[in-house]
């Protein structure tokens, strides 16, 4: 009687095992990568700004301020859908909003500005797509969080929504402020 | 019908040759070592590509990258190490065995184990039964 209850349990139990399992592993989003570059600092670069081509950006940008770093292209759809976003990140004080323009050709970026407009204090022109590799981007658009002192915090793959920025980045950008 | 088996044959033939001949060595052995390195590597974007396979943007980027870095003479390591180091442990298509992975090259030996050694208990144990 008693052995037979004790399969009857180790069944249930392997059966739950399952669906956890099953449970944890759907829910997991396997595509999203894990950047290599948090918590370190911001990999070098030196490149042209798209507004004003006379200057050269390196991560000096960074220095001293909360940054948040946003991949774009005017090739990547979702961009399109994420811009009207930015605009809005960008009147909250405290904040720089850097673009990175990834692959893109020079007047079809400057076109998305036109007719999207345009929330960035500064856009690195990456134009070889090199910059982008740097920090591991592997698709548009990417956004880091970099803190004052020039470290990546954190890293969002896909559109930054009124959502994730509240969830994601906020709690983060706090504590950054705090001096953590 | 061989008109048309024989244009077919072009065609294929074209697109073979159109796929090899993008990017130039100086010496075979280079060559290969890009082969190689293409084959080895995955596509951060795709993931279930290899460089080789496949021609998104960043693989494009990133097979550029290894022909310059291969033309400039970099070793296979150091090839692959600038790669894990921005892309992580996942830009190889065949993970190396880690203290993160261990579970999983050895949980299929482990399972194993376990299964015939509760096969023999139960033959053991059975083995009277079964005679009969």
Known sequence: ?????????????????????????????????????????????????????????????????????????????????????????????????????YNDKKEKALNFLETQGNPYEKILFDVKGRVGIEFGVYGAPETFLIDPKGKVRYRHVGIVSPEVFQDKLMPLIEKIKLGF | ??????????????????????????????????????????????????????????????????????KAGESDQEIVQFMKKRYGEFILFEPEVSKDNLILWTAPFLFLFIALTSFFIWYRKNKGELNE
């Open chain 1, 1 to 101: 009687m008693i052995t037979k209850m004790l399969k009857a349990l180790s069944v249930l139990l392997l059966f739950l095992g399952f669906i956890g399992l099953f449970y944890w592993a759907l829910s997991h989003d396997s595509t999203e990568l894990p950047s290599q570059l948090i918590d370190g600092p911001v990999p070098e670069f030196s490149v042209n700004d798209l507004m004003q081509p006379e200057s050269m950006l390196t991560p000096e940008i960074f220095q001293g301020k909360i940054s948040l770093l946003n991949v774009w292209a005017s090739w990547c759809a979702a961009c399109y859908t994420e811009h009207p976003y930015w605009e809005e990140y960008a009147k909250l004080d405290d904040l720089q909003i850097i673009g990175l323009n």
């Open chain 2, 1 to 70: 019908m061989k008109k048309y088996v024989t244009l077919f044959l072009i065609f294929l033939s074209f697109y073979t040759f159109a796929s090899v001949d993008v990017y130039e060595f100086e010496t075979p052995e280079q060559e290969a070592q890009f082969r190689h390195l293409i084959d080895v590597l995955r596509c951060p974007t795709c993931q279930n590509q290899n460089l080789s396979g496949s021609n998104s943007l960043v693989s494009e980027d990133l097979k550029q990258i290894v022909y310059e870095k291969v």
